[in-house]
């Protein structure tokens, strides 16, 4: 496995640009790596692919030096190459896009690239240097940004091609970008993408970790997969595919397709009318939302991520307030006053899986049963009396959950943050799905969650609908609205631009909607 026979790339008298030779690390009785080879050649986009926990980051960030492997060791260019620390990966020409960016917001681009990589003591030297730098690399691979831009007023996408720019900056042969299209849009993502096969054939070589199948067919040369800490498969990309992949991921036959049957919705749920939402800054973000959703349907929300979606979200479950009419069974809710917030949400059986997990759905530094309890504190199974919670009962009550919902490792007593994001997710749907609501708000379900995680969460939002609940899905996946929602509605600058089946339209059109063309354009 692995090298000259492998990746089709490389000649067979050069050495790999990268090789690891027997990697093991373990965390405590964790093992997280398990003997790991692999052999990436130079000038390719070799792709690791394999479920959340599977030991991917970790691999990687024993390459850029941010933990140290128990055994083994890394060959750079056809050198053994000891990497104790980040700036001997940088020495070695390793540069690491992460998912969550490190840049400081209230700097310039410039500011940021040169951040940790000036140039003696003169600070104006180096940013004539790097502004030098930039546009040559700016011209070169597609990265064009604005130097002089603060970081906090680019798009996601610009502020990924700063993280790039940053890497070669210090010149980087070698690029490893950890799930980079969590937080892009369908044209960010092609953009991306261009961009990384334009530095492959400029001569760098991309390690592109991901869990999307898509991007990997379509994106790199060759693909190693990983599963519970161990190597266990590296094929050309040309010579295997979507399913193929899935099952050496999760060791057994995945369904890439939701299977349901077709809605048949019910009574009117929800009923959303003329609503409209301010942020502190007074910006108007809804503009006069209307929509309803009816027992035993889903209704998907699409549009590029800022458009509103969120604090559609937000009012509905309690975390905003707004102005408008909202109905619930044809109650109306109360939007501004004591009974506007998430616990009387709750209480009026509406559930919420918020689009980020970390910030609004768990308290990263609890365990996971307290976690599970958190919104539903009061209910009458975890009350041990007047004033004492029974936390034998929410812990017995997590240990179910966790294993109906498949959560890994089954520990109710281990923190929230020591979960990967695809268990983390299966936390909060679980605690929310549980509770058997009228109306489940699910934001971006299965962000940076793998593929058995995926098939999993999405079985429980379809078996949610088919027992009578309405549900709103708002997801920047457009596979994944095309496949889950009963109707589309496409939002674009806090307004609903219009309204589609999805056996009627096709994501070209909604395309257009999301890009703000109106319904009969599209």
């Known amino acids: 496995m692995g090298g000259a026979d492998i990746s089709g790339r490389q000649s067979s008298a050069a050495p790999f640009a990268i090789e690891l030779r027997g990697i093991s690390k373990a965390f405590g009785p964790v093992q997280a790596n398990k003997d790991i080879s692999i052999q990436v050649a130079k000038g390719s986009i070799h792709g690791i692919i394999g479920e959340n926990g599977a030991g991917k980051s970790t691999l990687m960030s024993i390459l850029y030096g941010f933990y140290k492997a128990d055994a083994g060791e890394i060959v750079i260019d056809g050198k053994v190459t000891p990497i104790p620390d980040s700036q001997s990966a940088i020495r070695a020409g390793i540069g690491m896009v992460f998912q969550h960016f490190k840049l400081v917001q209230n700097f310039t681009v410039l500011e940021n690239v040169i ?56 010149q980087a042969d070698i690029l490893i970008l950890d799930e980079p299209t969590g937080v892009l849009t369908p044209a960010e993502a092609d953009h991306l993408f261009r961009i990384l096969k334009g530095l492959r054939d400029q001569g760098k070589t991309i390690i592109l970790i991901t869990h999307k199948l898509r991007e990997i067919m379509e994106t790199t040369d060759t693909v190693s997969v990983m599963r519970r800490g161990t190597m266990v498969a590296t094929v050309r990309t040309a010579e295997t595919s979507p399913e193929e992949l899935a099952e050496l991921m999760v060791g057994r036959k995945v369904l890439l397709q939701v299977e349901k049957a077709p809605a048949t919705p019910g009574k009117t749920v929800l009923e959303v009318e003329n609503l409209r939402v301010r942020d502190t800054q007074g910006v108007e973000r809804l503009k006069g939302i209307n929509l309803t959703i009816r027992a035993g349907e889903i209704l998907g929300i699409a549009g590029v991520a800022g458009n509103g979606q969120s ?40 559930a919420h899986v918020p689009e980020d997990r970390q910030v609004l759905g768990l308290i ?62 299966k936390i909060v749907v679980a605690r929310e799905i549980e509770r058997n609501p009228d109306l489940l708000l699910v934001g971006q379900p299965t962000r940076g969650v793998d593929i058995g995680a995926i098939e999993f969460i999405h079985k429980q939002i379809v078996a949610l609908r088919d027992a009578g609940k309405a549900v709103l899905l708002v997801s920047v996946e457009l596979d994944e609205i095309m496949s889950l929602a009963d109707r589309i509605a496409v939002m674009f600058d806090g307004r609903i631009m219009g309204e589609r089946l999805p056996d009627q339209t096709n994501e070209r059109e909604l395309g257009l909607l999301m890009a703000g063309v109106s319904g009969e354009a599209a």
């Open 364 to 425: 990263m530094d609890f365990t996971a049963w307290e976690n599970v309890a958190f919104g539903y504190h009061h209910a009458p199974e975890y009350q041990k009396s007047a004033l004492l919670m029974d936390n034998d009962a929410i812990r017995a009550d997590c240990e179910k959950k966790m294993a109906t919902f498949d959560v890994r490792p089954p520990i109710p007593t281990l923190a929230a943050k020591n979960f990967s994001g695809g268990n983390q997710q």
């Open 311 to 350: 604090e559609l979200l937000e009012v509905l479950g309690g975390i905003a307030r707004g102005i408008g009419t909202i109905r619930l069974n044809g109650r109306e809710l109360d939007l501004t006053g004591r009974h506007s917030d998430g616990q009387s949400r709750r209480a009026d059986g509406i």
């Open 115 to 170: 951040l940790g990589a000036e140039e003696g003591g003169i600070l104006a030297r180096s940013l004539a240097r790097a502004r030098k730098v930039l546009a040559d690399l700016a011209r070169e691979y597609e990265l064009d940004v604005d130097p002089d831009a603060l970081i906090e007023d680019l798009s996601v996408g610009h502020q990924q091609r700063v993280e790039i720019l940053k890497a070669l900056y210090r």
